[in-house]
């Protein structure tokens, strides 16, 4: 049983900062691309940023030079460092994994539960 556990979001003023962590917990091989996605309401859920094993970063237009994305090979843990935020950053936010649990299976995409991140003045 694999799990996506997320922890951090929250209430934070427009121009301020957040942080996010999501950890891949349970029986793991290897971790392909991790990422971050967001969903506003009424709104599709959409890409925020993705970071490969070896570092390489992917960002949305809207957030590049905002926020920063990285990971933690060893912890099976990938971050999200968000800045200079405004309200049209308000979403739910889902880390995301392409997790393999062992050799003989293939990579199965997995989604954490989601944290609100409120940006309100």
């Known amino acids: 049983q694999v799990q996506l556990v997320e922890s951090g979001g929250g209430l934070v003023q427009p121009g301020g900062s957040l942080s996010f962590s999501c950890t891949a917990r349970?029986?793991?091989?290897?971790?392909?691309?991790m990422g971050w996605y967001r969903q506003a309401p009424g709104k599709q859920r959409e890409l925020v940023a993705t970071?490969?094993?070896?570092?390489?970063?992917n960002y949305a237009d809207s957030v590049k030079g905002r926020f920063t994305i990285s990971r933690d090979n060893a912890k099976n843990t990938v971050y999200l460092q968000m800045n200079s935020l405004k309200p049209e950053d308000t979403a739910i936010y889902y880390c995301?994994?392409?997790?393999?649990?062992?050799?003989?299976?293939?990579?199965?995409?997995?989604w954490g539960q989601g944290t609100q991140v409120t940006v309100s003045s």
């Open positions: 970071i490969t094993s070896s570092g390489s970063t």
């Open positions: 995301n994994a392409d997790i393999r649990i062992t050799i003989l299976r293939n990579y199965v995409n997995y």
């Open positions: 349970g029986s793991i091989f290897d971790i392909r691309a």
